[in-house]
């Protein structure tokens, strides 16, 4: 069974940063390419960032290019997510899963709001 429990979300205003957390149960995760995802009022679930098992390469949305940082510390089963210089348009729900995802698998995210 795999458990995902996203946190470190809140309100921040544009130009701050705020990182999250997704903390994982299970064996799954050592083995897996985790992914973020996050959905905003009214729009799809969206993938964010990637990051393979070993950590060693990642990939960004070109939303978030630069400004994300995709991490993971397999000792702890947690996956990070750093995110800097952050705008009033990645305000939404943001979610940890594998990539690609387990459809069982989604938490309830960890909400994230950005005040211009």
């Known amino acids: 069974q795999v458990q995902l429990v996203e946190s470190g979300g809140g309100l921040v205003q544009a130009g701050g940063s705020l990182r999250l957390s997704c903390a994982a149960s299970?064996?799954?995760?050592?083995?897996?390419?985790m992914g973020w995802y996050r959905q905003a009022p009214g729009k799809q679930r969206e993938l964010v960032a990637t990051?393979?098992?070993?950590?060693?390469?990642?990939n960004y949305a070109d939303s978030v290019k630069g400004r994300f940082t995709i991490s993971r510390d397999n000792a702890k089963k947690t996956v990070y997510l750093q995110m800097n210089s952050l705008k009033p348009e990645d305000t939404a729900v943001y979610y940890c899963?594998?990539?690609?995802?387990?459809?069982?698998?989604w938490g309830q995210g960890t909400q994230v709001t950005v005040s211009s």
């Open positions: 899963n594998r990539d690609p995802p387990l459809l069982f698998a």
């Open positions: 299970g064996t799954i995760f050592s083995f897996s390419a």
């Open positions: 990051i393979t098992s070993g950590g060693v390469s990642t």
